[in-house]
């Protein structure tokens, strides 16, 4: 039986990995942060008891902000497999604290790779690297596109990037990024723009909000769905060699986009709705990232099932029974037609969300 390590667990994407490993017949082990408050909604519907005669699926406590955890941990359990999934992953938020995000997002994978090293231990090494590392640099992006970081997290993460070629090129450890585009999903944190939009919909059509505040507008992303984007991580590691791989839709669309498509689909005029808040700017934006997914199409045989506008309908509808409205079902029928058996909506979006629902202002 293979085994992995996740870190960054308890996160959207990290949740979706987990489940798609535990179906590929894995043993999975996940890295959570110590909490006053629960932290694993997300993955609570595919929790073990530790009691039980070996359990698939083991949490560890740990924090990329320190160190001593890390190469015993490695060392013990040997996995085939690493996927470094965790980080301060809020680019605006890295604006406030820019030092925290640059221990965790970028220093922290470094200590991951050198205790790789230093145990000795042969695995493969997932970093997840992503699309705001291009910045400025213009669209559409691929891997040969040079970095124009805009962000510390971007900052962090290029340098993430760059130390996980290192080890692969210096020491011949198998390490290798996945550039991943924007990802979407009912799991998506609530401050991200997409999940706020779809929850900001759902607390209007339910009469608790009557506004939803945003930023920019006009920014345009290449947003997909979130569970394809962990398929094609898994499949990055099944490669025989070590390979950097840019993932997306290859298609923009504007956060204005986002919120007509979204407000259309619920019956609702986003103009009545909507309101632009300064303080929602950023010091500095990204325009426009478009992926160009030529290498994963032809190496992983990697293609996205869920467009633009599925996923729209996928979030809505989530948010919707969220709150206990009856949703327009768009979303339910795709997912099953799409992606079948691995990704249902009861088990995969509903018991999720009723755990992780919280506030929708901001
Ligand atoms: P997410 O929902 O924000 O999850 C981040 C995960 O990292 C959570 O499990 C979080 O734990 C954990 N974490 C944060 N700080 C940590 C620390 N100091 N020590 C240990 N764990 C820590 O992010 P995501 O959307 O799933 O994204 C997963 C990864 O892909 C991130 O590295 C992100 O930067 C990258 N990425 C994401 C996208 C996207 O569009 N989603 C695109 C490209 C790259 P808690 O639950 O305790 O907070
Ligand atoms: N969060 C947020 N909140 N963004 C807003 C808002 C708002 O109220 N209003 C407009 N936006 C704009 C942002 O300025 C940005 O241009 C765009 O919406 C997307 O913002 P986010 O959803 O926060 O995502 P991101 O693109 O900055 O970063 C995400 O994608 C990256 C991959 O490109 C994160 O998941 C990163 O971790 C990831 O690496």
Do not use: C
Not at 158 to 186: C, D, K, Q
Not at 205 to 233: I, K, S, T, V
Not at 290 to 305: C, D, G, H, S, Y
Not at 349 to 358: L, Q
């Amino acid at each position: 039986m293979k085994r992995a390590l996740i870190t960054g667990i308890t996160g959207q994407d990290g949740s979706y990995l987990a489940e798609l490993l535990l179906a590929h017949g894995y043993e999975v082990h996940g890295v959570i942060r110590r909490a006053s408050t629960f932290n694993t909604q997300r993955i609570d519907h595919i929790y073990q008891d530790p009691n039980e005669e070996n359990p698939r699926l083991r949490l560890h406590y740990g924090d990329l902000a320190s160190t001593e955890w890390i190469l015993d941990l490695i060392y013990h359990l040997a996995p085939d497999e690493i996927y470094n999934l965790a980080a301060q992953s809020h680019v605006k938020v890295s604006f406030e604290i820019p030092d925290y995000t640059g221990d965790v997002t970028g220093l922290g994978t470094t200590k991951i790779l050198e205790a790789i090293r230093r145990s000795g231990i042969k695995t493969k090494f997932y970093q997840a690297s992503s699309s705001e590392m291009f910045g400025r640099a213009p669209a559409p992006q691929d891997e040969a596109t040079p970095f124009q970081p805009r962000s510390p997290y971007a900052a962090a993460k290029v340098y993430s990037y760059w130390m996980t070629r290192i080890y692969r090129e210096g020491y011949g450890m198998f390490a290798a990024n996945g550039i991943l585009f924007n990802h979407e999903s009912p799991r998506r944190g609530e401050t991200f723009v997409t999940r706020k939009i779809t929850r900001g919909i759902a607390a209007i059509a339910a009469g608790r909000e009557q506004f939803l505040h945003l930023g920019n507008l006009d920014a345009q992303r290449d947003w997909g769905y979130a569970p394809e984007y962990m398929e094609a991580a898994w499949g990055i590691l099944q490669q025989e060699k070590p390979d950097d791989f840019v993932i997306g839709i290859g298609e923009a669309h504007s956060v204005r986009e986002f919120v007509e498509e979204a407000f259309t689909y619920a019956g609702l005029d986003w103009k009545a709705h909507v309101k632009v808040s300064e303080r929602y700017l950023r010091p500095l934006e990204v325009d426009r990232l478009v992926a160009n997914t030529a290498k994963a199409q032809k190496e992983l045989q990697w293609q996205p099932r869920i467009r633009f506008a599925d996923l729209v309908a996928i979030m809505v509808d989530a948010d919707m029974e969220v709150l206990g409205l009856q949703s327009l079902g768009k979303g339910k029928i795709i997912l099953e037609e799409k992606l079948g058996h691995w990704h249902q909506w009861h088990n995969s979006v509903s018991k999720v969300i009723r755990a992780t629902a919280g506030r929708a202002s901001e």
